[in-house]
């Protein structure tokens, strides 16, 4: 079977009449074209150009590849029109693949704003700590939290959103017992999966019992409210929470930057488009809650 992306580089050094010149004007390096080339040949099984002192000129099975080539092209373009074309209309499946935390305490009023604004489009949220493949269809778009921008995968198209900062949280009753005295001993809330950071012991609330383990986020954050003690929150969970307070002495810390992406050729669907737009905006409008802006230090 004939790999299409071979042929590609086939015709544009056909149209080109160099290897060079094709390599540039497909943005690869010289090697990649000669690679290609030689695989369709290899397919094929004759040789597809005699290499001059001028350049690249097809052999004979060349002009015939490149005839069919053309028309091969042709029919692609054919069918990417008319499959983008009907794409165009503000309807159909829109999948979202986010971390449970960002969909349940951040975003989900976004999401039904959306929704009310497009009623003909299929929204479905894929929260789960798994990340989906974008590159395979698992989703149209992702909504990520990326420490190192660098990690980002190339073929992905980013838009960058605000950053993210957490913080250290109590219940606010809680927070008022110790001040008042209480002895009974302060736990650090933890997810199972992770420990008890060093710096858990910096503020002016110390650690004094035993952890409490949870195997998931809303079970933490629920023992929190019930006053067990304190851990790290995302600010956009904790400041927005009225029953928890920041604890004194703690600083804020980078998680990272929500970046919004897609791939190919699904950003260019007009669905893709109204919702990246859309939900650009509103994480700007989140902008302090997520920095930690809007939230102070209990004091």
């Known amino acids: 079977m004939i790999d299409w992306d071979d042929v590609r580089y086939f015709l544009a050094v056909a149209r080109a009449g160099s290897v060079r010149a094709a390599a540039k004007r497909l943005e690869v390096n010289h090697s990649t074209v000669l690679r290609r080339i030689a695989q369709l040949e290899a397919r094929l099984g004759t040789r597809m150009y005699d290499k001059m ?9 060349g002009e015939e590849v490149l005839e069919l080539a ?40 976004d999401f039904a704003d959306f929704a009310r604004l497009h009623p003909d489009i299929e929204i479905e949220i894929l929260s789960s700590g798994e990340l989906a493949n974008l590159t395979n269809r698992e989703a149209d778009v992702a909504v990520r939290v990326v420490y190192d921008r660098k990690t980002l995968p190339l073929n992905l198209h980013g838009l960058k959103g605000p950053e993210v900062f957490g913080g250290v949280y109590i219940s606010s009753d809680r927070l008022a017992a110790w001040r ?34 949870t195997t998931d986020g809303e079970a933490q954050i629920a023992a929190l409210r019930q006053g067990l003690g304190m851990t790290t929150l995302p600010c956009f969970i904790g400041d927005a929470d009225p029953l928890l307070a920041r604890v004194p002495g703690t600083d804020l810390h980078m998680y990272g930057t929500l970046w919004l992406l897609t791939q190919g050729e699904t950003r260019k669907t007009k669905r893709v488009q109204l919702f990246t737009e859309f939900l650009s905006r509103r994480l700007a409008a989140h902008a302090p809650l997520l920095t930690g802006q809007s939230g102070t230090p209990a004091r």
């Open 53 to 61: 002192p001028s350049g690249y000129r097809l052999t004979l099975a």
């Open 70 to 109: 053309e028309r091969m092209e042709a029919s692609s373009h054919q069918l990417e029109s008319r499959v983008f074309g009907r794409d165009q209309n503000v309807r159909g499946l829109l999948r979202v693949t986010l971390a449970p935390p960002v969909a349940t305490h951040l975003l989900m009023p």
């Open 180 to 213: 008042a005295g209480a002895s009974d001993p302060i736990r650090w809330v933890v997810i199972s999966m992770h420990g008890i950071p060093e710096w858990a012991s910096e503020g002016e609330v110390r650690v004094t019992g035993v952890p409490f383990r």
